[in-house]
């Protein structure tokens, strides 16, 4: 016969009242914790790695409160937190959503998760396979761009006639070509979704050398929705100097796989969905070969001015026309920089002209 003795050392705990749970209560003594007990700072779903998953975790606890354990920071270590009186829909206990310690789950949880991101501990459950009819896809913003332009993709989830059904999270990663785009130069924006409102849990990690993209978008009100459309959108900056890559257009594929979707439990998606853009690199825009694609005036609507897009360097002298929405002539000029200064206009719909010997564009711009 053997004898296997578990002999487990425990500091002395000294633990708050615990039936008085309220948010900021820090249980300073209380830093050691044993097994799957332990929280660790970024895994919400405490699963042992930090992940997409916990930024979906993180959306069922929005706002509720609970102990903090705010002495522990939110390097990556194990450290005790007495349990809330609160629970995630699928019974896991709020404080491991509380990712930085501080008693109250929010977006500033985030920064644990990113400061964390990809670190595990021996400890990671495989995630079921949703079940449902769930159609993603990229919408891009053209199918051709040229060197220094950025590409706007659409992330969709749902059709008008198979709209997405009690959502309440979505994660994609999302894989675009690394050697075409510029360092640092993913970014995303979650304004415009029908799935999250405020965008307070909007999430994405790059892996600029793999050119992978993680994008995560969490509800925060406890109320899975059902839509379909845009949820949100990431832009990629093609490099700006593309001689190096040779000339000719270059199809480049973007594409997603590797799905996420939160109801009342996160389950993994398959999602296949690509697209792809035609980068050329054997025409440079001149004045004689514009398309209307080509030029941009920004921002929309605009305060005191718009900026130009796509025209520069000049190869001859333009001018520029707006006029109201009647059709009378506000100002004119000769184009002398990518800058068009329009102080004191009142707010209102303006057609902004600009013209050359073999070009006449028109693009609408709103104050
Ligand atoms: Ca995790
Ligand atoms: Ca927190």
Redesign the pocket.
């Known amino acids: 016969m053997r004898f296997i003795t578990f002999i487990i050392l425990i500091s002395t705990l000294t633990i708050g009242n615990l039936s008085s749970q309220t948010a900021g209560q820090a249980y300073i003594n209380a830093q050691n914790c044993i097994g799957n007990d332990c929280v660790y700072p970024g895994d919400a779903n405490n699963d042992g790695l930090v992940n997409r998953a916990d930024v979906l975790t993180l959306g069922w606890g929005y706002g509720k409160t609970g102990p903090?354990r705010s002495t522990a920071g939110i390097n990556w270590a194990p450290s005790y937190c007495p349990d809330w009186i609160t629970s995630t829909p699928d019974s896991l206990n709020n404080k491991y959503?509380?990712?930085?310690?501080?008693?109250?789950?929010?977006s500033?949880?985030l920064d644990?998760i990113s400061q964390n991101y990809s670190l595990s501990y021996l400890k990671y459950e495989i995630v079921s396979q949703y079940e449902g009819d769930l159609e993603f896809y990229l919408e891009l913003n053209t199918d051709t761009f040229i060197e220094g332009d950025t590409i706007i993709a659409k992330l969709m989830l749902g059709t008008e006639l198979n709209q997405a059904e009690d959502i309440y999270g979505f994660s994609v990663a999302l894989s675009y070509p690394e050697h075409f785009v510029k360092d640092d130069g993913v970014s995303g924006d979650f304004m415009t979704s029908w799935l999250i409102d405020n965008g307070e849990i909007g999430f994405y990690r790059d892996f600029p050398q793999s050119g992978v993209v993680e994008v995560v978008l969490s509800r925060i009100d406890q109320t899975p929705v059902s839509g379909y459309g845009q949820i949100g959108e990431m832009y990629f900056i093609i490099e700006d100097n593309l001689d190096e890559k040779g000339f000719g257009d270059i199809n480049l594929n973007f594409s997603t796989g590797s799905g996420l979707v939160s109801t009342t439990q996160i389950y993994s998606l398959d999602v296949d969905a690509s697209t792809e853009v035609v980068i050329s690199n054997s025409e440079k825009p001149t004045v004689n070969n514009w398309k209307p694609s080509d030029i941009l005036a920004y921002p929309t609507p605009f305060v005191n001015g718009v900026y130009l897009d796509g025209i520069f360097p000049l190869k001859e002298d333009l001018t520029f026309h707006i006029y109201n929405i009647n059709g009378q002539e506000i100002k004119k000029g000769v184009l002398k920089s990518n800058h068009i200064p329009l102080e004191g206009l009142n707010n209102g719909v303006y057609i902004l002209t600009i013209n050359g010997t073999d070009m006449h564009h028109e693009i609408k711009i709103i104050k």
């Open positions: 903090s959503l509380d990712c930085n310690g501080d008693g109250t789950i929010n500033n949880d644990a």
